[in-house]
């Protein structure tokens, strides 16, 4: 048998063409145990890559190269994983090449699969301009022949394994995909999205109104397509919570990539309904204190989820990396053995008057919550279409009271009236905000229809400057709560 020709290729590894019976590749370390002949390794000038199904997948020149799988020649051989040298035959296919209109590759992760023996199925890729499959879960590998040139065992370079899944959505990048039990959770130029509803037959909704974000749209919306390079998404599970970052800033000083300065949290279990369906809420923006100069990922430690294993690595304002795990059960932030008080605040709706001639007039109200600490402050603020801005309703402590080791204030708090140009008007909304632990189980306002408005008319200056959603992380705490 007469030896193959070599065909080298600029920046990729050597490949021969083998396979028919008639040529075999020179001194090739394919099925040899002698270390000095391994011919082709891992690519030096990789970009991205994943080790999946037993071998390693590198971002090549306009494809993904695949390596061998590891073992290959027993479980004592180690340095199996770091070759190459099947993808240099011509029998085991070629690299997977998807087209070139689809751009960058930015990120690439496994979707998991069910009913497979790894329960790993497709190794997704997200590109610039969508979304590719590569099934390279397939066995056998390699193509083989007798002396006549029959096939005695199709491989890959028979089977198409590149399948092209959207587009015109796919992810922002590297970070801003969340590997769920069974889908990935990820953030396009448009918002956020589950992948296997985004592919869903049958749905009228194109690629980018297929969303799941629309609860906190406006929060996404705030961040420049430009940042979302520095996006990251993440899958508390022992919290039920998916969670995204937004609020970008830029400082090459900590990172090449935007950090975020807060998330948005979706609770998929907020509450049941009898038939034990969980109810899905959007809990608002998370944010972290002053200190906390910007978020980079998520991450999970370990292979199962347990208590401390979830959280997000962050640099603080002293250019210090930390990795912050979420607790459900904390009242308090804590960094280097410190407490932080946790700050909050959250709005209503607005409450309109059942027609469009009448007035309400507000009277009073009552607020009633638990709390954990008596020096912390609660304020309630009210504002509508007469005067826009909100209006500090009262301010409080919960109440002046000693407590035990696990004991909290339960505190009945009577609001009173607001002030007089806050009392009539066609809407109200109200605002609560504080400083510490707090349970707010009950917000009563006092509203009636007063009078009608026909014929009467009233003009008012909107604000432009609303409520800054990053605030806790934009000014120390005590700007806004100078008692601390």
Not at 246 to 251: K, M, N, T, V
Not at 265 to 286: I, Y
Not at 419 to 440: L, N
Request: some cysteine; hydrophobic content about 35%; aromatic content about 10%.
């Amino acid at each position: 048998m007469s030896e193959c020709p070599e065909v080298p290729i600029p920046d990729k590894p050597t490949r021969y063409i083998e396979g028919k019976g008639d040529c075999i590749a020179p001194d090739h370390s394919h099925d040899s145990f002698d270390s000095s002949k391994h011919k082709n390794w891992l690519l030096n000038s990789a970009g991205l890559g994943i080790y999946a199904h037993g071998r390693v997948h590198q971002e090549g020149d306009r494809a993904i190269f695949v390596g061998d799988l590891i073992h290959k020649r027993g479980y004592l051989a180690t340095d199996d994983l770091l070759k190459m040298e099947e993808q240099s035959l011509e029998s085991m296919g070629d690299p997977l090449v998807t087209n070139s209109k689809m751009g960058r590759l930015l990120a690439l992760v496994l979707l998991p699969a069910m009913n497979t023996a790894n329960g790993e199925g497709v190794l997704i890729g997200y590109y610039d301009g969508g979304v590719v499959s590569y099934d390279t879960f397939k066995a056998p590998r390699e193509t083989r022949h007798d002396g006549e040139g029959v096939v005695l065992q199709k491989g890959w370079d028979t089977q198409r394994l590149v399948n092209h899944l959207l587009n015109t959505v796919s992810a922002v990048a590297q970070n801003a995909v969340a590997l769920l039990p069974r889908d990935h959770f990820f953030r396009s130029f448009y918002g956020l999205h589950f992948l296997t509803i985004t592919l869903g037959d049958g749905s009228f909704k194109p690629e980018n109104t297929n969303l799941l974000s629309q609860g906190v749209q406006p929060l996404l919306d705030m961040d420049a397509s430009a940042e979302l390079e520095g996006a990251a998404c993440g899958c508390w599970t022992r919290g039920h919570r998916l969670l995204a970052t937004f609020g970008f800033i830029r400082d090459e000083s900590m990172a090449v990539l935007p950090m975020a300065r807060g998330m948005v949290s979706l609770n998929q279990a907020t509450t049941f309904t009898e038939d034990r369906t969980p109810r899905a809420t959007w809990e608002g923006a998370w944010v972290p204190d002053h200190y906390v100069r910007g978020i980079h990922k998520f991450e999970t430690v370990g292979v199962r989820p347990t208590e401390h294993s979830f959280g997000f690595i962050a640099s603080d304002r002293d250019k210090e990396l930390y990795f912050a795990s979420v607790e459900p059960n904390l009242k308090r932030d804590i960094r280097d053995d410190v407490e932080i008080p946790i700050e909050w605040d959250f709005e209503t709706r607005q409450i309109s008057a059942p027609s469009t001639n009448q007035l309400l007039k507000l009277s009073e109200g009552f607020l009633e919550g638990k709390f954990d600490d008596s020096s912390h402050g609660v304020r309630v603020f009210v504002r509508s279409d007469r005067h826009t801005e909100w209006v500090l309703w009262k301010e409080f402590n919960p109440c002046d009271h000693a407590l035990e080791p696990g004991e909290q204030l339960q505190r009945h708090e009577h609001l009173g009236q607001p002030t007089a140009d806050a009392r009539e008007a066609t809407w109200f909304q109200f605002r609560v905000e504080g400083v510490g632990f707090a349970e707010i189980q009950n917000f009563f306002a006092d509203i009636s229809t007063t009078s009608t408005k026909a014929g009467r008319s009233h003009c008012v200056a909107v604000g432009s400057n609303p409520v800054n959603p990053l605030k806790f992380n934009s000014q120390p705490i005590e700007t806004r709560w100078p008692k601390l």
